[in-house]
């Protein structure tokens, strides 16, 4: 494995040489064959059956790094960088890739930075694609940029994903970023989004730095699905001023974590009352977007409640104070 990772780490065996950019390339499928990868991925997931390639990525969900071009999905070979990834939808959870695609692309409406995302089928079967943020694309070939998820970032073990606090991750932007002010608000919206549409997955491994030529920054943000919908996961992976359900939180809540991070009291009241205001209608917009792309789907109901209800409680919380 670790042929094509996370960030600009390549691994290869004792004495072998990474290949030249010169012999990358990338092969082309065709709908059947990619649909024969994607049904084997739970038992080949390095597509190491696959001429040796060995690509990997860390995360609980079976997932692809490709290339695309035209619209087509393409594999790397002989050490080509990928620049998408793409991820197939979850077995026995309901719509996966539309929700996960939808709030994508609701958070980009939101003013927050994510990278852009898409779904291809492939014989019926719902893909989700995203463009890697670890990648750039100089004199017509795909580098490979520096990437760190914030365990790696605080050296916690990736099986603790759960246990690094919010606390935990403002002081580490404080600490590490080159624009810690910006990157700080970013966050702070983050936060506040994924509890507005109730992504309760949002652990230290679903957040990274890039570290780039002007120094680390936050990265585009990624992994946003309203886990809400499904009936196991309701609590947030991070708790906010000792409370874990969002729609249940109240000013109180917000005052504790404004202590306990750089984040003034002021500015974070303002933060949610603004965004539980602009979300629904921005909700309503993507509805729209999403159905003249991919079609209509139930779950994009089901997560448009979930953000009329947070929002809602928030406004109300709020405004009585
Ligand atoms: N757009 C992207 N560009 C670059 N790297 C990415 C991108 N999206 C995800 N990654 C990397 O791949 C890893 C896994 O992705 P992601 O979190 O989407 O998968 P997952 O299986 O849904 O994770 P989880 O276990 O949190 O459910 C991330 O931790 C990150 O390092
Ligand atoms: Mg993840």
Do not use: W
């Not at 002989?78 to 539309?98: C, F, M, Q, R, Y």
């Not at 789907?297 to 919380?317: C, G």
């Amino acid at each position: 494995m670790g042929g094509d990772c996370a960030g600009a780490v390549s691994l290869f065996e004792d004495g072998t040489l990474p290949p030249k950019p010169a012999a990358y390339s990338y092969k082309s499928l065709t709908d059947d064959h990619l649909a024969k990868i994607i049904k084997e991925l739970p038992e080949n997931p390095f597509m190491v059956d696959e001429a040796g390639i060995r690509l990997s990525l860390a995360g609980a969900q079976e997932k692809l790094p490709v290339s695309l071009r035209d619209n087509k999905i393409r594999i790397s070979m002989n050490g080509a960088p990928s620049s998408h990834i793409l991820k197939t939808p979850i077995k026995d959870l309901h719509g996966t890739v539309e929700n996960e695609t939808f709030c994508m692309m609701l958070a980009k409406r939101m003013g927050l930075i994510v990278p852009d995302v898409k779904i291809i089928k492939i014989n019926e079967t719902p893909l989700y694609i995203i463009d890697r943020y670890d990648r750039k694309i100089e004199n017509e070939q795909i580098i490979r940029l520096i990437q760190e998820d914030f365990c790696q970032a605080l050296n916690v073990n990736s099986q603790l994903k759960y246990t690094p606090t919010l606390e935990v991750c403002f002081s580490l932007i404080r600490n590490e970023s080159v624009v810690q002010i910006k990157d700080t608000k970013r966050f702070l919206q983050l936060v506040i989004f994924n509890g507005l549409i109730g992504n309760s997955d949002a652990h230290a491994k679903n957040i990274s730095f890039v570290h780039g030529e002007n120094g680390t920054t936050l990265a585009p943000f990624y992994d946003l699905l309203s886990t809400y919908v499904y009936p196991y996961a309701k609590k947030m992976a991070m708790k906010i001023g000792g409370g874990r359900h969002f729609q249940f939180l109240e000013p109180k809540h917000f005052e504790r974590f404004a202590k306990d991070t750089p984040i003034k009291y002021k500015i974070v009241k303002e933060t949610i009352v603004t965004m539980a205001d602009k979300i629904v209608r921005e909700a309503k917009d993507t509805t729209q977007e999403f159905s003249d792309l991919y079609g209509k789907n139930p779950v994009l109901k089901e997560i448009n409640d979930v953000i009329k209800n947070s929002s809602k409680q928030k406004l109300m919380v709020f405004s009585k104070k």
